[in-house]
């Protein structure tokens, strides 16, 4: 099942309504997060230390206290407190007390600066409680300095909930956050999902109704993509099984053509035809292999088009795009495909492909669609691509570190795909192979830009676990391995 994202305004809500709707007394909460907090810390951690908790003045800094209970009772004897402050909330007032009783050792970080400095700097690990979704507005000069220090010590760093400050000049870098109950969208950003390193969500025994309503998108996952494919049936023949039309290659890029057409025919779709100019179609002619290669596109009829994998950006690429949106109910754009989807919108001033398209920019080709700077779109993208797949009626893929995909309809899903081999020339073509494949197949357009982006990050993930750095032509080869072990299979 999908896993819902919040904001962190979202999570404050979901808190607040466990309490107050559903008659969880706020302790019961904090003592569940700070025990299955310190379960996920004990398994990243193991025995390494010293370890200190550093601990804010909110329930984010009461979490990590519950967490360094349990570490003392459990017989850790290297562990440390550190309060910003002798100031509490309510549930954080009480954890501070039973911490003070059984004699774990505490500094407070206003009153003993050049200790706390030492602590750090000798700790194996800090666990850092200080800010969580309570924060607002930019950094207190005081957890500024503080969260210097974390940073400085070499200490690896645990974050309960979010990474201290995320968004804010100055914020906390993990190495590991652990969520608390649900995922936040705002860890997820591409300009901070570095600040969280590794990823876990602890569950707290939120309801999960309460955390549905509360929702404003969904986490993909590796377990989504054979529900949002389907089954193929056995009987099936390849003129049933969808045909994909790929426009692409250009002198110099032709092989980019070819990365896209064969990702295609390593999905479930039956046929893979690639249009290509007349000039590089002696060169690919030949090489299709199971793909028919044409010159041009006299007589193609397919199910879905991927268009503009190194299809260069000469005149006639708009008129041609305009001819393939009117001939083929929907498709990819890619690559050069959208430098001639952005002048072809820009010459007629409004463009409406009804919800029957994917787009697929990088962060570069993602600004130039939407009209502002790369760091607006890496920095707010839900809201940056919103936008956009609302302008244009097309769902809209922005691959980064984490891809984002947004429907018109304002849905978001987020793959969190971190995985620095799939930068790699050519990935991106083969992934507008694999969606274009999909939709050809009849998976729906929002189903098939979701599980093409995870079978996409999935196989390059399990590639470079296996064989080390790789080419997308090795990315290609993986795509129906990936996509069989993920679910999509016949029968
Ligand atoms: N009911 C509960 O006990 C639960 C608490 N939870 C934890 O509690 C956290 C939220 O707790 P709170 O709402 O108390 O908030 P936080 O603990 O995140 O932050 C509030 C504290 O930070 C200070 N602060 C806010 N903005 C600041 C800024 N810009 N610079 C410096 N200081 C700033 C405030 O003065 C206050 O002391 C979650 O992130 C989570 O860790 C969750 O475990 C869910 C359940
Ligand atoms: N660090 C990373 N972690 C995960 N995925 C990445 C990373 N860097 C790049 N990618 C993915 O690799 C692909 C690159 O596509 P793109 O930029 O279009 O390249 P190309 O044009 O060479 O095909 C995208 O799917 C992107 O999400």
């Given amino acids: 099942m999908m896993r819902p994202l919040v904001s962190v305004e979202g999570a404050r809500r979901v808190d607040a309504r466990t309490r107050e709707e559903y008659g969880v007394p706020e302790l019961v909460l904090m003592e569940q997060a700070g025990m299955r907090l310190h379960e996920v810390f004990r398994e990243v951690a193991g025995e390494d230390g010293p370890v200190v908790y550093v601990c804010g003045s909110g329930n984010n800094g009461g979490d990590a206290m519950v967490m360094a209970r349990w570490a003392w ?12 402050a002798r100031r509490f909330s309510e549930a954080g007032r009480v954890q501070a007390r039973v911490l003070e009783r059984l004699g774990v050792p ?6 003993e600066r050049e200790e706390v ?9 800090v666990v850092e409680g200080v800010l969580g979704v309570g924060a607002r507005g930019g950094l207190a000069e005081d957890v500024a300095e503080l969260f210097r220090v974390v940073g400085e010590s070499g200490a690896r760093v645990f974050s309960v909930d979010v990474p201290g400050g995320v968004g804010c000049e100055g914020g906390v870098r993990a190495d590991v956050t652990a969520m608390v109950g649900v995922g936040k969208w705002e860890v997820l950003v591409p300009a901070w999902r570095e600040w969280a390193g590794e990823l876990r969500v602890v569950p707290i025994g939120f309801p999960p109704e309460v955390v549905r309503e509360e929702a404003e998108g969904w986490w993909l996952g590796p377990g989504d993509v054979g529900g949002l494919v389907g089954r193929v049936r056995a009987a099936s023949h390849k003129g049933e099984r969808g045909r994909v039309g790929v426009w692409a290659g250009s002198r110099g890029l032709a092989g980019a053509a070819l990365l896209s057409a064969r990702a295609a025919a390593r999905t479930p779709a039956g046929l893979v035809y690639l ?5 590089v179609y002696g ?5 299709g292999g199971g793909v028919v290669v044409r010159p041009g596109d006299e007589g193609v009829r397919v199910d879905a088009a991927v268009v503009g994998p190194g299809w260069g950006r000469g005149e006639g690429r708009v008129g041609q795009l305009a001819a393939i949106l009117g001939r083929c109910g929907r498709g990819v754009i890619d690559a050069d495909g959208l430098e001639a989807l952005a002048r072809l919108r820009d010459g007629e001033g409004r463009l409406d492909l ?10 570069g080709e993602c600004a130039r669609l939407a009209g502002c700077t790369v760091e607006e779109v890496l920095g707010a993208p839900g809201r940056v691509c919103g936008e956009l797949a609302r302008g244009l009626g097309a769902v809209v893929v922005l691959k980064a570190h984490t891809t984002w995909v947004v429907a018109p309809s304002g849905r978001v899903w987020v793959y969190d795909g971190m995985c620095a081999p ?7 073509d083969v992934l507008a192979g694999v969606i274009g494949g999909l939709l050809a197949h009849g998976v729906g357009v929002e189903e098939a830009a979701c599980a093409g982006v995870v079978a996409h990050g999935e196989a390059g993930r399990r590639l470079f676990a296996r064989r080390g750095w790789f080419g997308a032509e090795d990315l290609v080869g993986e795509v129906g391995t990936i996509l069989k072990d993920l679910g999509v299979d016949y029968g």
């Fill in 73 to 84: 009772l459990e017989g850790r004897r290297d562990v440390r407190l550190v309060l910003r």
């Fill in 106 to 111: 505490v500094l407070v970080w206003e009153e």
């Fill in 117 to 125: 400095r030492r602590v750090c700097r000798e700790a194996g690990w």
């Fill in 275 to 279: 249009c290509c100019d007349e000039e």
């Fill in 283 to 287: 060169l690919l002619g030949g090489l």
């Fill in 354 to 363: 009804g919800g029957r398209w994917v787009l697929t920019p990088h962060p």
């Fill in 422 to 428: 799939l930068g790699t020339g050519g990935a991106g």
